[in-house]
């Protein structure tokens, strides 16, 4: 394990780098975090569950899904259920049926990503185009972003009447939004996996003849009144 100072972005925000050996991936894993006490945290909260028998993939949980697991771990123990049948039925029940973390309310989790990507060093104008495409969405559907299926996605894409390369746009925020959804344990699937692009619209030049060149030069030109 290792916890290194790094700077991120054009504006060389610092994070603490930390990277640690993952039997599932059979090689280094790497977080970014505000403080170097935050980075020992998660791991050593992480090392005490892996060695309790906990699945490999807890390496992907977020800070605040870690204090979860760990409450509903200690809550099992108090109980007096076995740690590795409460683990096996968490991850079965996530893996079939339901994400494997409550879904909060929409802003709480647009809030969430931006945050997070705003810890990244994404600049400003990147957060405020997730904010646009995501509100630009939302006036337009009558279900939640992080709620519709990639049809229900694909067709509020296609209806939307503004030019293709908006689609695109929001296409493209939206995918990001939606795969973080499923990383994060919000659900199970990534709904903006294969949604199709839109051909960028494409005007033919307006091509004089040397008869109407000629003419248009020859028109005297229009006086300022």
């Known amino acids: 394990m290792k ?3 790094i700077k991120t972005g054009v504006r060389a925000v610092e994070r603490w780098l930390l990277v640690f050996y993952s039997p599932a991936k059979k090689g280094p894993v790497q977080r970014r975090f505000k403080s170097r006490a935050d980075a020992a ?6 090392e005490k569950l892996r060695a309790r028998g906990l699945p490999p993939e807890i390496a992907q949980a977020t800070s605040s899904q870690m204090a979860d697991i760990v409450a509903a771990l200690e809550f099992s123990r108090r109980e007096g259920f076995r740690l590795m049948d409460a683990a096996e039925a968490f991850v079965k029940q996530r893996d079939v049926s339901t994400a494997s973390h409550p879904m909060p309310a929409s802003p709480v989790l647009v809030e969430e990503f931006l945050a997070e990507k705003r810890s990244e060093g ?8 997730y904010a646009s495409a995501f509100g630009s969405l939302r006036l337009r559907s009558t279900k939640a972003l992080e709620s519709l299926t990639r049809r229900e996605i694909g067709d509020l894409l296609t209806s939307a009447n503004v030019a293709n390369s908006s689609k695109n746009n929001w296409r493209r925020h939206a995918r990001v939004f939606l795969k973080w959804l499923k990383v994060r344990g919000y659900r199970t699937d990534d709904a903006g996996e294969g949604l199709p692009t839109y051909k960028a619209e494409r005007h033919d030049p307006c091509i004089y003849t040397a008869d109407e060149s000629e003419r248009l030069l020859r028109e005297p030109t229009p006086q300022p009144c």
Not at 41 to 46: A, G, I, K, Q, S
Not at 122 to 129: F, I, M, N
Request: hydrophobic content about 40%; charged content about 25%; aromatic content about 12%.
């Open 3 to 5: 916890i290194t100072l």
């Open 41 to 46: 945290r998660f791991f050593r909260e992480h």
């Open 122 to 129: 994404c600049r400003p104008a990147t957060l405020t185009a």
